[in-house]
């Protein structure tokens, strides 16, 4: 069994089995490689059925010489699942990262806007140009519906459903899921997919794509991060955020005026109750605030005892 054909079976499981997007088989396929690359550089050529455990961890002692913790934790990850493909495939008895322990992280929650926040990185976007508004219309949509950026730079006309109140959602996983929309961002969305987008002639393959570039091309990721770092810079905001801290606010703000988990779960389109758990922060004094009204201790509920 030899590296290259290993890598591209398990991509395929990856994609067949598992339907990972590609963003996610390629973040495997780049810890294999870097293994690959590390066997190699001490000549070292044993094979994906043969390497062990001391193997893995001279790799690993290598590579954190020059990444973090949390890629550390990452990459040690990585490994494991392509060496559980091998178990469960029977090319192995054993998985040789079983002994190897993943560094402890502490898990940094992002910034969160409040709502004025988000109202004046709007308020301070340049609309005499069709870019500026249609950056207004991408802050609104994240925000609106809580949109991961890879979500929004992918969401299609076909997928506007304003008559029923739904965007249609390809998320992780290749899975779809319907979002509600917020009447104000469906009016937003109108007025620039008839104003804005109908004067753009789309390159080929992006006929369907909501949000285009001068050129006709769909945005990229690092363009949506461009816009709203400058619009920071521009409303003075010392905040560090990204398209995640819009979608982390939307969760914050529908929990923290009673939504209930499970249903900011299914508005995100995380598989796991936890991962919403971790996502959604809420701050200290909003606890004492809860604490404080619904306590049987707290002063209002004595007096009504009274």
Same mark, same amino acid.
């Given at each position: 069994?030899?590296?290259?054909?290993?890598?591209?079976? /398990?991509?395929?499981?990856?994609?067949?089995?598992?339907?990972?997007?590609?963003?996610?088989?390629?973040?495997?396929?780049?810890?294999?490689?870097?293994?690959?690359?590390?066997?190699?550089?001490?000549?070292?050529?044993?094979?994906?059925?043969?390497?062990?455990?001391?193997?893995?961890?001279?790799?690993? /002692?290598?590579?954190?010489?020059?990444?973090?913790?949390?890629?550390?934790?990452?990459?040690?990850?990585?490994?494991?699942?392509?060496?559980? /493909?091998?178990?469960?495939?029977?090319?192995?008895?054993?998985?040789?990262?079983? +002994?190897?322990?993943?560094?402890?992280?502490?898990?940094?929650?992002?910034?969160?806007?409040?709502?004025?926040?988000?109202?004046?990185?709007?308020?301070?976007?340049?609309?005499?140009?069709?870019?500026?508004?249609?950056?207004?219309?991408?802050?609104?949509?994240?925000?609106?519906?809580? +949109?991961?950026?890879?979500?929004?730079?992918?969401?299609?006309?076909? #997928?506007?459903?304003?008559?029923?109140?739904?965007?249609?959602?390809?998320?992780?996983?290749?899975? /779809?899921?319907?979002?509600?929309?917020?009447?104000?961002?469906?009016?937003?969305?109108?007025?620039?997919?008839?104003?804005?987008?109908?004067?753009?002639?789309?390159?080929?393959?992006?006929?369907?794509?909501?949000?285009?570039?001068?050129?006709?091309?769909?945005?990229?990721?690092?363009?949506?991060?461009?816009?709203?770092?400058?619009?920071?810079?521009?409303?003075?905001?010392?905040?560090?955020?990204?398209?995640?801290?819009?979608?982390?606010?939307?969760?914050?703000?529908?929990?923290?005026?009673?939504?209930?988990?499970?249903?900011?779960?299914? +508005?995100?389109?995380?598989?796991?109750?936890?991962?919403?758990?971790?996502?959604?922060? +809420?701050?200290?004094?909003?606890?004492?605030?809860?604490? #404080?009204?619904?306590?049987?201790?707290?002063?209002?509920?004595?007096?009504?005892?009274?």
């Amino acid at each position: 069994m030899i590296w290259k054909s290993t890598l591209y079976d /398990y991509s395929n499981f990856l994609k067949l089995e598992r339907g990972l997007s590609k963003n996610s088989i390629s973040s495997y396929q780049r810890d294999i490689k870097k293994l690959v690359l590390f066997l190699e550089s001490t000549n070292n050529n044993v094979s994906p059925t043969h390497i062990n455990s001391e193997n893995i961890q001279q790799f690993i /002692y290598n590579a954190s010489k020059s990444i973090n913790s949390r890629s550390q934790a990452r990459l040690i990850s990585g490994l494991r699942s392509f060496f559980d /493909y091998l178990v469960f495939e029977d090319y192995r008895k054993d998985n040789p990262t079983d +002994l190897i322990e993943s560094p402890n992280i502490t898990r940094k929650l992002p910034d969160t806007l409040e709502k004025e926040e988000v109202d004046n990185l709007i308020a301070a976007i340049d609309l005499s140009n069709p870019q500026g508004e249609r950056n207004k219309t991408i802050i609104e949509t994240i925000y609106s519906c809580g +949109l991961r950026v890879s979500e929004l730079i992918n969401l299609q006309l076909s #997928d506007l459903f304003f008559d029923e109140g739904y965007i249609r959602v390809l998320g992780k996983g290749n899975k /779809y899921r319907f979002v509600p929309i917020h009447i104000t961002t469906i009016l937003r969305l109108n007025f620039y997919t008839r104003e804005i987008r109908s004067r753009i002639t789309p390159k080929e393959n992006e006929e369907d794509i909501v949000f285009l570039n001068r050129r006709g091309k769909r945005l990229t990721r690092q363009m949506i991060f461009i816009i709203l770092k400058e619009l920071a810079i521009k409303t003075n905001l010392k905040k560090s955020i990204g398209p995640h801290t819009l979608r982390h606010s939307f969760a914050t703000y529908l929990l923290k005026n009673g939504a209930d988990l499970r249903v900011i779960q299914q +508005l995100l389109g995380h598989e796991s109750i936890t991962t919403t758990e971790i996502y959604v922060h +809420l701050d200290t004094s909003y606890l004492q605030e809860v604490v #404080d009204m619904h306590h049987p201790r707290s002063s209002l509920n004595l007096k009504e005892e009274e």
